[in-house]
């Protein structure tokens, strides 16, 4: 078994005091993350990427962090971006930092 982190050690000590309170969804909440399972799950085409091994590395990493097959997360993110829902997090395991470079307009 593994060993619980700092974060895992905090949501217990919260959850113990009486600190987290559990809610239920409401009507509209379920419809959404229900219609939102079935977007996701609809897997009917195939796409083949070539990516570089230090981004492969990092989505392995990251899906590691998540919890989740590494396929699944690219599924995902891109889904999100697509949506018009990606945030980006900083991840614990990279430590790979890309910067935006501005865009150069013709002038």
């Known amino acids: 078994m593994k060993k619980s982190d700092k974060f895992e050690k905090e949501i217990l000590r919260a959850y113990e005091s009486g600190e987290l309170v559990s809610t239920s969804p409401t009507r ?14 609809l897997k009917e085409r ?17 899906a590691l962090e998540e919890g989740v097959p590494y396929q699944t997360l690219i599924a995902s993110v891109l889904h999100k ?20 470079t501005p865009k150069r307009t013709a002038g």
């Not at 509209?28 to 799950?41: G, I, L, N, P, V």
């Not at 570089?52 to 990493?61: E, G, H, K, V």
């Not at 971006?81 to 990279?94: A, D, M, N, Q």
Request: avoid cysteine; charge should be positive.
């Open 28 to 41: 509209k909440e379920k419809e959404r993350f229900k219609a939102a399972a079935q977007a996701t799950s």
């Open 46 to 62: 195939r796409v083949n990427i070539r990516l570089s091994s230090p981004d492969l590395l990092d989505i392995q990493a990251r």
């Open 81 to 100: 971006y697509v949506s018009g829902r990606f945030v980006e997090k900083p991840s614990r395991l990279t430590k790979r930092v890309t910067q935006s």
